[in-house]
């Protein structure tokens, strides 16, 4: 979806190196989110944020830091990259405002390739 | 794991074929949806049904819930080779504002 995009597409880097995914979003969406994406395992949730002053952790943030500079953006930073961080990471964004049962439908970006060596 | 359970955990048939996927869950939930992912992509929302619907329709897709035993089905009728792709299923539970996925349905139509 054009709406929500990611920088880079794909990255490689080495064991121990400080690493940044970008998301942008023009929708308008108050809540994003990070997931990292594994074969066999689905989406799991790392990180997400209401508003620029809301950060929550999710299933699996270990290792992982957010920040969400605008309400457009939200960054997902590996500290210290590790092999098994090596994943597909995307990000998702959702409108808080519409009725309790459709709110949380989520708009995905194209993803992030990260390999970790 | 807070995870859904979907099965099959691929599925192969021959296009001109219905293609049914399975999702059970584990808690009480607003809604839950499916969504639809072409290899190496991001997911595409497809449908979203609610907790007190039963039975949803759109276009070639069917969707069932059964919150008595909490679990739902995507049919996808008069499959088409551009269906190939992955479907997960997610839920939206009562509280807690985040979707949990399944862990997808490979699904591979040939002409």
Known sequence: DADVTQTPRNRITKT???IMLECSQTKGHDRMYWY???????LRLIYYSFDVKDINKGEISDGYSVSRQA?????????SAIPNQTALY?????DLRGDIFSYNEQFFGPGTRLTVL | SQQGEEDPQALSIQEGENAT????????INN?????????RGLVHLILIRSNE?????????????TSKKSSSLLITASRA???????????????DKLIFGTGTRLQVFP
């Open chain 2, 54 to 66: 039963r039975e949803k329709h759109s276009g070639r897709l069917r969707v069932t819930l059964d």
């Open chain 1, 90 to 94: 995307f990000c998702a964004t959702s």
């Open chain 2, 32 to 40: 839950l949806q499916w969504y639809r992912q072409n290899s190496g």
């Open chain 1, 36 to 42: 990292r994406q594994d074969p066999g395992l689905g």
């Open chain 1, 16 to 18: 121990g190196k400080r």
């Open chain 2, 82 to 96: 551009a269906d190939t792709a992955s479907y997960f299923c997610a839920t939206d539970p009562y509280n807690t």
């Open chain 1, 71 to 79: 309400q457009a953006k939200f960054s997902l930073s590996l500290e």
């Open chain 2, 21 to 28: 996927m399975n999702c059970s869950y584990k808690t009480s």
